[in-house]
């Protein structure tokens, strides 16, 4: 991991051998049909029973109350509740053409989530998170090339007088809350080193 990068930019990816992904196949030239039926009997209620989830116990944090179930871009109301719940400061609101889009801020930086490929205002297929700040005069074109090299997921750009952190995220046929809440974090994460980086706010 490269220095300075926060964790969890980085995901592990493990690969099954083999071996572990080949079916287990019964029946066939194998074992009699008779003794077969016996050893399934005796050996799955067993098994079962081994693997059966034990039931939850203890305290829930309240980011664990909205954990799971699907979202995606046609539901606002539900993606700015998940995050309220998470402690974003989100509020849902529309653009000049209906669309919808949420307003809100983390650290020092307003920030957007606009919603896009959008049927009348609804069924949308995408969101960009989106952060603008005026550019600070001594801000040069390699310290944001090299900020786009070095960061994933986002990229700062130059417009006229401000600059932009955007980060588009594809949301069509859904998320799982866990993507959504991670996705957050890494927007949270990677705008407070914009602010720290490109804006130079210590």
């Not at 051998?17 to 074992?31: D, K, V």
């Not at 000049?96 to 949420?102: D, E």
């Not at 069509?172 to 130079?200: M, P, S």
């Amino acid at each position: 991991m490269p220095a300075g990068r926060p964790d969890g930019f980085q995901k592990q990816m493990t690969t099954p051998s083999r071996n572990a992904s080949r079916p287990i196949r019964y029946g066939g030239r194998g074992l009699p049909a008779a003794l077969l039926s016996a050893l399934l009997s005796a050996t799955l209620p067993h098994a079962a029973a081994q693997t059966a989830p034990a039931p939850a116990t203890g305290s829930t944090a309240p980011y664990e109350q909205v954990d799971g179930g699907i979202f995606d871009a046609s539901d606002p109301p539900a993606i700015v509740r998940f995050m309220q719940q998470l402690g974003y400061q989100a509020q849902l609101s529309s653009e000049a053409n209906g669309s919808p889009v949420i307003l809100g801020r983390i650290s020092r930086s307003d920030y957007t989530i606009q919603f896009y490929e959008c049927e009348n205002g609804r069924f949308c297929n995408s969101v960009q998170l989106m952060a603008a700040s005026p550019a600070p005069f001594f801000l040069s074109l390699e310290q944001l090339n090299g900020f786009n090299a070095r960061w994933r997921y986002v990229r700062a750009t130059l417009v006229d007088d401000k600059v932009r952190l955007q980060m588009d995220v594809n949301v069509d046929a859904g998320v799982t809350a866990d993507n959504l809440r991670d996705t957050l974090d890494i927007w949270r994460r990677l705008l407070e080193v914009f602010e720290r980086d490109i804006l130079n706010l210590s």
